[in-house]
Nanobody, 123 residues
């Protein structure tokens, strides 16, 4: 059974940076497309970024483009989200997602989910 565990969330000020990590176990991580989503209470879960299993293709939501970077280290079974120039509107629970279908720079439909990590950006 695939398990995804996020870490790296916290409370920061606007303009700061954070790096989220997602450690995967129980599956063939190197063959999984991976991604990040976020959710604010009362709103639908929102796509943030995705990366193909090869690492050769990434797709980032317009709302974070130029500020957030997704990457992966298949040797460590870990995916990352580098978040720079954080804004209060980036405040959310961030979810790691794995497996499923990645449609080249169009969309990502995962099969597995982590439990989420809270990111809070104060103004």
């Amino acid at each position: 059974q695939v398990q995804l565990v996020e870490s790296g969330g916290g409370l920061v000020q606007a303009g700061d940076s954070l790096r989220l990590s997602c450690a995967a176990s129980g599956g063939a991580f190197s063959r999984y497309n991976m991604g990040w989503f976020r959710q604010v209470p009362g709103k639908e879960r929102e796509f943030v970024a995705a990366i193909a299993w090869t690492g050769g293709s990434t797709y980032t939501a317009d709302s974070v483009k130029g500020r957030f970077t997704i990457s992966r280290d298949n040797a460590k079974n870990t995916m990352y989200l580098q978040m720079n120039s954080l804004k209060p509107e980036d405040t959310a629970v961030y979810y790691c997602a794995g497996g499923g279908s990645y449609y080249y720079q169009r969309s990502y439909e995962p099969a597995y989910w982590g439990q989420g990590t809270q990111v809070t950006v104060s103004s």
